[in-house]
């Protein structure tokens, strides 16, 4: 039975409704296969942060990676854990941690990147290459102007 039959018009007409509901699709993509990687989307958020900016400290990763501050420790700790991330103390200050991508957390961000791109796959199996590229750039204008207001 698809959505059509099973879900009120309104509900259905409701561009909300339908962005939640692919949410909740692809947050069910993302968290099976990044577990069958032995990864979470936290650790692909993180290392892909760090890869593309460079060190920063674990207040700024949680900034740029929307994840809770405790939420980060938690998940840098996993990342610590199997050499795919170093600390170091600030040098500006002395109580804070510079975060730092290993070779290996680099190694690990790529094959975490195949991996997206299968859930990118799966996700967006009903559109062709075109309709993927402009719901993405719709998305994005979207996410855009409201992150922009905060």
Same mark, same amino acid.
Do not use: C
């Given at each position: ?11 259905? @007409? =409701? ?5 939640? @509901? ?26 892909? =942060? ?52 290993? =070779? ?29 590229? @402009? ?16």
């Amino acid at each position: 039975m698809t959505a059509d039959e099973t879900t009120p018009t309104r509900l259905r @007409q =409701a561009p909300s409704w339908l962005l939640g @509901q692919a949410s909740i699709h692809s947050g069910r993509l993302v968290n099976e296969h990044f577990a069958a990687a032995g990864a979470r989307g936290y650790h692909y958020r993180l290392l892909a =942060a760090l890869q593309e900016f460079g060190p920063a400290s674990q207040a700024e990763l949680g900034r740029r990676t929307g994840i809770d501050r405790s939420d980060v420790v938690a998940a840098l700790n996993e990342l610590a854990e199997k050499k795919l991330i170093e600390r170091s103390p600030d040098p500006a200050d002395r109580r804070r941690n510079t975060i730092t991508i290993t =070779a290996a957390g680099s190694d690990r961000l790529e094959h975490l990147t195949t991996v997206l791109t299968e859930i990118q796959d799966a996700l967006l199996a009903p559109l062709s290459a075109p309709e993927r590229e @402009q719901l993405t750039a719709l998305l994005r204008r979207i996410v855009d102007h409201h992150t922009a207001r905060r």
